[in-house]
C-alpha cells in the first residue's frame, strides 16, 4: 500500500508547501516575492523526491512488470485517449470549472537559461513522473481499494459504481480545472477498464501532459501549466 501512496503523499506536500508559503505571504509573514520564487524551484525539488521514492519502491510494484500493452491497437488506443484529453482539457477552462485563480507556471521568470532548464524538469516531471505517481495512485490502489481493502487481491480493471465515481470525482477536485479533471478520470478509468493494465493509463496520461506541454510552449499561455 504504501509504496503506491507514499509518492502521491509526497507530490502533494509539496503543493501543501507552496499553498502555505503563499498564505505566509498573504499575511505579511514573508516577502511576496517567496511566492514566485517558491512557484519556479518548489517543482524540480518536488519533482526529484516523487521520482526517488518512485525509484525506491519500483520492485514493490508488480503492476508495472510483465508485459506493458496487449499490442500496438493498445498502444495506438492509449494514445488516441491522451491526445482527445488534451483537446477536450483546454476548452474546459470555463470560470464556474474552476477551483481558485489559476496561477501558471512560467520557468522564464527565472531567465532565459535557467528557464530553459525549468521548462526541460517540468516536461520530464510531468511526463515522466506524475502520470506514474498519480496512475499508481488512483488506478492502481484507490480504485481496487475502494472495492476490497485487500487491494490486491483485485483485478486491475475491476468494476464497480463506488470505485468508478469516487476516483472521477476525487481525481477532479486534485485540479485547477475540476471538471477537466473529472473529464480525464473518467477517460483514464475507461482505459483500465478496457485494457486491464496500468501502462496504457500512464501512456494516455503522459501523452496529455507532453500535449499540454508543446500547446505551453507553443501559445506561451502559461496558465495551463
Not at 502521491?8 to 516577502?31: H, K, Q
Request: one cysteine or more.
Amino acid at each position: 500500500m504504501i509504496a503506491r501512496i507514499l509518492p502521491f503523499a509526497a507530490y502533494m506536500a509539496f503543493i501543501a508547501l507552496s499553498a502555505g508559503i503563499s498564505w505566509l505571504a498573504g499575511a505579511g509573514v514573508v516577502s511576496s516575492a517567496w511566492i514566485e520564487k517558491a512557484d519556479l524551484w518548489l517543482y524540480p525539488a518536488k519533482t526529484a523526491v516523487v521520482l526517488g521514492v518512485l525509484v525506491f519502491f519500483w520492485p514493490r510494484l508488480g503492476e508495472l512488470k510483465g508485459k506493458p500493452f496487449g499490442g500496438a491497437g493498445e498502444i495506438a488506443l492509449s494514445v488516441a485517449v491522451g491526445v482527445l484529453v488534451y483537446i477536450a482539457w483546454v476548452r474546459m477552462d470555463w470560470p464556474w470549472a474552476m477551483q481558485g485563480a489559476a496561477a501558471g507556471y512560467d520557468p522564464f521568470k527565472a531567465g532565459e537559461t535557467a528557464g530553459l532548464v525549468l521548462a526541460g524538469v517540468r516536461i520530464f516531471g510531468a511526463t515522466a513522473v506524475v502520470p506514474v505517481m498519480e496512475e499508481l495512485f488512483w488506478r492502481s490502489f484507490l480504485i481496487r481499494y475502494l472495492v476490497s481493502p485487500r487491494f490486491e487481491s483485485v483485478r486491475l480493471g475491476t468494476f464497480t459504481p463506488l470505485s468508478f465515481g469516487a476516483t472521477v470525482v476525487l481525481f477532479g477536485l486534485e485540479h485547477h480545472l475540476w471538471l477537466a479533471g473529472m473529464m480525464a478520470g473518467v477517460a483514464y478509468n475507461l482505459l483500465l477498464y478496457r485494457t486491464g493494465r496500468l501502462w496504457p493509463c500512464i501512456t494516455a496520461h503522459a501523452v496529455t501532459n507532453l500535449a499540454l506541454a508543446v500547446h505551453v510552449l507553443v501559445t506561451g499561455e502559461w496558465k495551463w501549466w
